[in-house]
């Protein structure tokens, strides 16, 4: 098993640009989310998926989509990038809401000039 | 609000030494609190407590959980220079996790050889 994945690891954007981080898992678990990291605020919840079809807000919505259109895939979108956007992105997982450790990826780290 | 804390903050030591570090939760709902340890890449998993009170050790390692006085301690005993790392301390909620984990902000801890 791979375990969860992200891509890219390393990504540089301009202020305005669009791009999607991507995150996969084969573990087959039904509980997806995607935090930030940013130096002293520890990891913040971004969007969270129970299911395929189903996401819903963290707690730091704002500036971001998500879609769940299979189990394995969460990607996660930047509309419009801005420099406040600029963070460690990891992508967790976890066998559903009633397991409460959840695995993490490798993290994608971006940076919006 | 959720909010959960962490202490210290930063911490440097002598290896060897024993580590105490400490997590306070103020939250409603309460499940359950993990302790995750995360090097350079993303968190590692180490224990998982609930309201029971049971310790969990792991080698070195163990923590407890204290319902009474809503905190957590995290003890690290003879550290070595691979010990250092951010603990990051979170708490589950009883919606099951649906809505993710609730992270302190860390302590980093340095272990000096």
């Known amino acids: 098993n791979a375990g969860v994945t992200q891509t890219p690891k390393f990504q540089v954007l301009k202020t305005g640009q669009s791009m999607t981080l991507q995150c996969a898992q084969d573990?087959?678990?039904?509980?997806m989310s995607w935090y930030r990291q940013d130096p002293g605020m520890g990891l913040r919840l971004i969007h969270y998926?129970?299911?395929?079809?189903?996401?819903d807000q963290g707690e730091v919505p704002n500036g971001y989509n998500v879609s769940r259109s299979t189990t394995e895939d969460f990607p996660l979108r930047l509309l419009s990038a801005a420099p406040s956007q600029t963070s460690v992105y990891f992508c967790?997982?976890?066998?559903?809401?009633?397991?409460?450790?959840?695995?993490f990826g490798p993290g994608t780290r971006l940076t919006v000039t | 609000e959720d909010k959960v804390v962490q202490s210290p903050l930063s911490l440097v030591v002598h290896e060897g030494d024993t580590v105490t570090l400490n997590c306070s939760y103020e939250?409603?709902?309460?499940?359950?609190l993990l302790w995750y340890k995360q090097e350079k890449k993303a968190p590692t998993f180490l224990f998982m407590l609930?309201?029971?009170?049971i310790e969990k050790k792991s080698g070195r390692l163990s923590s407890i959980l204290d319902k009474k006085e809503l905190s957590s301690i995290l003890n690290i005993t003879a550290t070595q220079t691979g010990d250092s790392a951010i603990y990051l301390c979170?708490?589950?909620?009883?919606?099951?996790?649906?809505?993710?984990?609730?992270f302190g902000k860390g302590t980093h801890l340095i272990i000096q050889p």
């Open positions: 967790a997982s976890s066998p559903g809401t009633g397991v409460y450790e959840q695995y």
């Open positions: 573990m087959n678990h039904e509980y």
């Open positions: 998926s129970v299911g395929a079809g189903i996401t």
């Open positions: 939250v409603t709902n309460f499940r359950s």
């Open positions: 609930t309201s029971s009170g």
């Open positions: 979170a708490v589950v909620l009883s919606g099951g996790g649906a809505d993710g984990l609730t």
